[in-house]
């Protein structure tokens, strides 16, 4: 094995989200006066925390989103998770690997850790993942691109950066990982190459991640 450490991020890559949450994003968006449609949502603002959202809103509109949009939008969004939410394929057979092998994992989200243990609830893998393993960007102020939560879980998982790889499949997780010393590797299911760049490799299935991470 090639790590001390492999994180993972959630949304997209544990739990197939990304689809449900930045289709109601945009439609909140639009809701409130600031067209967005899916593709835009999913540019903007796919792997960010919620405080990036605000903030790109107001850059470009001059308005503040109202203070219950938080709210809101995780209300709407843990509904629909209720509803249709599942693991990524494969993801199971990953987590049994490393599991078996005795290699350490964790989940270092820009969710929040509601939204990641309502979704892991809802398709079993919070059997996967114990409290003292899930880290969110809740836990550090500033989400992806900063390093400061992948720092942080590194920390508290008692790795060095430099011995951790993640698995990633946004632009700003990318981004995050590398500025926190980290390998990244970036799952290309919904996400196209060239918007991971700097990734150390690609994988468009679960099934070949194992031989990535030397397994």
């Known amino acids: 094995m090639r790590y001390d450490l492999v994180i993972f991020d959630n949304d997209g890559v544990l739990v197939d989200s990304e689809r449900i949450s930045n289709t109601l994003l945009a ?3 639009t809701e409130l006066g ?5 593709e835009e949502s999913v540019r903007d603002y796919m792997g960010s925390a919620m405080h990036r959202i605000h903030e790109l ?3 470009r509109s001059g308005q503040r ?3 219950e949009f938080d709210a809101t939008f995780h209300a709407r969004v843990f509904a629909a998770f209720q509803a249709e939410l599942e693991a990524v394929a ?3 057979e990953v987590l049994r690997l490393l599991a078996e092998g005795g290699v350490p994992y964790c989940v270092a989200s820009s969710g929040s850790h509601d939204r990641i243990r309502v979704g892991h609830r809802k398709t079993g893998l919070d059997a996967w993942f114990r409290d003292e393993i899930v880290f969110s960007a809740d836990d550090v102020g500033r989400g992806k691109p900063a390093p400061d939560l992948f720092l942080y879980a590194a920390e508290r998982m008692g790795v060095a950066p430099e011995r951790c ?3 990633e499949d946004s632009r700003l997780g990318v981004q995050a990982a590398l500025a926190a010393g980290m390998d990244v590797y970036g799952f290309t299911a919904m996400t196209p ?3 991971l760049d700097g990734a150390l490799g690609f994988f468009r299935g679960m099934e070949e991640l194992p031989a990535i991470l030397g397994l």
């Open 27 to 29: 439609g909140y968006l």
């Open 34 to 38: 600031h067209p967005t449609s899916y």
């Open 57 to 59: 809103v107001e850059e």
């Open 65 to 67: 989103l109202p203070a």
């Open 90 to 92: 494969g993801v199971r």
């Open 165 to 167: 790889g993640v698995v």
């Open 193 to 195: 190459e060239e918007k």
